[in-house]
């Protein structure tokens, strides 16, 4: 349960984020995705942490970070927003550039934060997502009955929290159990009730949805703007064999698109959590992307 990290709890930006952090070398950013938290790094976070000085945050409206209510325009859980969380509070720990790791909406979040702070980003690995942008863009049948939630939580509120909440538990498991996962053996009942803490709760339901209808709006929105920006970073894209991007999507060429230097990748055999699923794999993969380099610190 990653206790062997230090705890932290720091202020920025309004926020409080919580984070486990550790190790020894170049700063490492972990940012994990929905409907999860920190914890799903705890497979990988030994081996890593014996070259590389690991950050592990909760994401605003994730975990035991701060959930503040959203508003009229979602922006405060914009990836923009999201992404500056995650630059002061790494400035605050006197690592103002350093490697960047993002799964699921951490990926997304990792996405922006490139954009918005290239001076801050070494290097980059994106894991098990395309584009927000271009996932939208090709909705079809099968896109939207395989992430139907991508629909049901931009509703506006308090429809999607109300359904939810009626179940949040069941809710859950079953997103937990999808996307290519086969019902999450790799999981134990400890993780799953860790989970479901920090999920279940009423304001976590809401930062979630929160950060769904900030995609389907703000984010797009800045994206828009932002169309003729590359990636500055040397970035890696893993994505898994059963998970719904690496069937419906073609991830590294739609990155390649985003990117101003060529982007390397590769499928691994997973599904959508592929740190938990296959760990061994995806370290092997993060040591060879993130030794390559020197990163400074304060």
């Given amino acids: 349960m990653l206790e062997q990290f230090q705890r932290s709890r720091v202020e920025v930006g309004g926020v409080t984020i919580n984070l486990r952090h550790g190790g020894s070398g170049p700063p490492l950013l972990l940012l994990h995705g929905f409907p999860q938290t920190h914890l799903i790094w705890r497979g990988v976070a030994d081996r890593l942490a014996r070259e590389f000085t690991l950050v592990m945050p909760d994401l605003r409206g994730y975990g035991d970070s701060s959930k503040p209510p959203g508003d009229a325009d979602h922006g405060n859980y914009s990836k923009r927003r999201m992404a500056l969380d995650m630059v002061e509070l790494m400035r605050a720990l006197g690592m103002p550039r350093f490697h960047l790791c993002g799964h699921d909406r951490g990926g997304r979040v990792a996405h922006r934060l490139a954009l918005d702070h290239p001076e801050a980003v070494e290097r980059l690995m994106l894991i098990d997502i395309s584009p927000t942008e271009t996932m939208y863009a090709a909705t079809d ?50 993780v799953r009730d860790e989970y479901a803490r920090c999920f279940c709760a009423p304001e976590a339901i809401h930062a979630a949805c929160e950060d769904y209808r900030a995609a389907a709006g703000i984010d797009l929105e800045h994206d828009a703007q932002d169309s003729w920006k590359r990636i500055a970073a040397p970035t890696r894209v893993v994505w898994g064999s059963d998970g719904v991007v690496g069937r419906l999507f073609e991830p590294l060429a739609d990155w390649q698109r985003k990117c101003a230097l060529p982007v390397t990748g590769c499928v691994l055999p997973a599904g959508h959590f592929i740190p938990e699923q296959v760990p061994d794999l995806l370290v092997a993969e993060m040591l060879a992307h993130f030794r390559v380099g020197v990163v400074g610190g304060a």
Avoid: C, K, V
Avoid at 157 to 186: C, D, M
């Fill in 141 to 190: 049948r099968r896109f939207a009955t395989l992430y139907y939630h991508w629909f049901m939580l931009i509703q506006p509120a308090p429809l999607p929290e109300t359904l939810i909440g009626n179940s949040a538990r069941f809710y859950l498991e079953q997103t937990l159990g999808g996307w290519g996962s086969q019902g999450a053996p790799w999981m134990d009942d400890a």
